[in-house]
């Protein structure tokens, strides 16, 4: 079964830092874009970062120097580091995976079901 599980969300304050993981199952996210997303209380969900499955990155013009997106392929896993928190950046964070098209959009294939962020201030 194809599964994707986020962790690491949680509270912190704000100049704060929080690693975010997902882990793929069921699949090898290899040759896979995968991304991060993020949806506020009534707001559009909104990309963050992604590795597309050429290995190429993108950062959100809001995030470019504080979030890093990475991968380990031994552990299938994704990861976002969040550094410099700001209140802004309070949503629900998910991970996607997408092997259709190869690279991050809303439509992607699979989704986790996501991991909370609050950051105060």
């Known amino acids: 079964e194809v599964q994707l599980v986020e962790s690491g969300g949680g509270l912190v304050q704000a100049g704060g830092s929080l690693r975010l993981s997902c882990a793929a199952s069921g699949f090898a996210f290899d040759g896979y874009a995968r991304g991060w997303f993020r949806q506020a209380p009534g707001k559009e969900r909104e990309a963050v970062a992604c590795?597309?499955?050429?290995?190429?990155?993108y950062h959100a013009d809001s995030v470019l120097g504080r979030f890093t997106i990475s991968t380990d392929n031994a552990k299938n896993t994704v990861t976002l580091q969040m550094n410099s928190l700001k209140a802004e950046d309070t949503a629900v964070y998910y991970c996607a995976a997408d092997r259709t098209t190869g690279y991050c959009y809303y439509g992607m294939d699979y989704w986790g079901d996501g991991t909370l962020v609050t950051v105060s201030s």
């Open positions: 590795i597309g499955s050429d290995g190429r990155t």
